[in-house]
């Protein structure tokens, strides 16, 4: 059974950081890109970074761009998502997903088939 459980989430206050953990299993791990997404109270999910191992591909979106770094241990099955300089503007839920999916500037999330189930994040000003 293909699993992923998101952890991390939490209140934090602007300027902040966070690192939210994306634990697999139940697939081969390094054979699909990892996104992480995020979804804002009354607006659509977006994509906020992703990490494939095949090719080395990273992405981020450009609101998170010098700020949000992706990474994954392929040896805890677990993808990273470290969150700096915090705005209230990345409020959100965010989960992670899987996907035999692109992983650029072309990411989308009907791509990725596999979805956690979220952890919220939310940041006060």
């Known amino acids: 059974e293909v699993q992923l459980v998101e952890s991390g989430g939490g209140g934090v206050q602007a300027g902040g950081s966070l690192r939210l953990a994306c634990a697999v299993s139940?697939?081969?791990?390094?054979?699909?890109?990892i996104g992480w997404f995020r979804q804002a109270s009354g607006k659509e999910r977006e994509a906020v970074a992703c990490?494939?191992?095949?090719?080395?591909?990273?992405f981020y979106a450009t609101s998170v761009l010098g700020r949000f770094t992706i990474s994954r241990d392929n040896a805890k099955n677990t993808v990273y998502l470290q969150m700096n300089s915090l705005k209230s503007e990345d409020t959100a839920v965010y989960f992670c997903?899987?996907?035999?999916?692109?992983?650029?500037?072309?990411?989308?999330?009907?791509?990725?088939?596999?979805w956690g189930q979220g952890t919220q994040v939310t940041v006060s000003s």
């Open positions: 139940g697939f081969t791990f390094d054979d699909y890109a």
């Open positions: 997903a899987a996907g035999l999916a692109a992983c650029d500037n072309s990411v989308s999330a009907p791509e990725y088939n596999h």
């Open positions: 990490i494939r191992r095949s090719d080395g591909n990273t």
